[in-house]
């Protein structure tokens, strides 16, 4: 058996594909609003992965998590039912306690989704913290990489 994807990062954006299944449809066949903030939830944790972290170390070992503190889409096409969609990631700055995020969720190079957020690291108590090394180099790495024209570029 296969391990699931995590994806992959070039040019400082991360690439998840990803399938439309039943589940994250309405009753016509397209996929619920709220599932593209799943799919964009997903996409970033294996971004994450890609750069050596996850979730659980940074709870276990920086003792932080990631909170989205605002999330802005743009809803431009519908996905359907059994659609290969890519989700694109990049980070579009990250100081201090928090980082940008830039997404996009496409399916054969047409956009449909348009995603921007606002993630702070937080302690177990909900207080905000600076980003710990770790994440911070990650950060940077890839925004030292990223090609500032943008995700659309690079999201095919």
Request: with cysteine.
């Amino acid at each position: 058996m296969t391990a699931p994807t995590q994806g992959r990062i070039d040019d400082g954006v991360h690439r998840f594909p990803l399938r439309v299944y039943y589940e994250d449809t309405d009753a016509g066949g397209i996929v619920f609003y709220a599932n593209y903030l799943k799919f964009a939830e997903r996409a970033r944790t294996e971004m994450l992965r890609c750069m050596g972290l996850d979730h659980a170390r940074l709870r276990d070992e920086a003792g932080i998590t990631l909170a989205v503190r605002h999330a802005a889409i743009d809803y431009l096409a519908p996905a359907r039912l059994d659609d290969a969609l890519v989700v694109a990631t990049h980070i579009s700055a990250a100081s201090g306690a928090v980082i940008e995020i830039e997404q996009e969720v496409r399916r054969e190079g047409a956009l449909l989704a348009r995603i921007a957020l606002r993630v702070a690291c937080i302690t177990s108590a909900g207080r905000p913290r600076p980003l710990p090394p770790a994440l911070a180099a990650a950060a940077a790495a890839a925004l030292s990489r990223h090609d500032p024209n943008g995700v659309k570029d690079h999201a095919r």
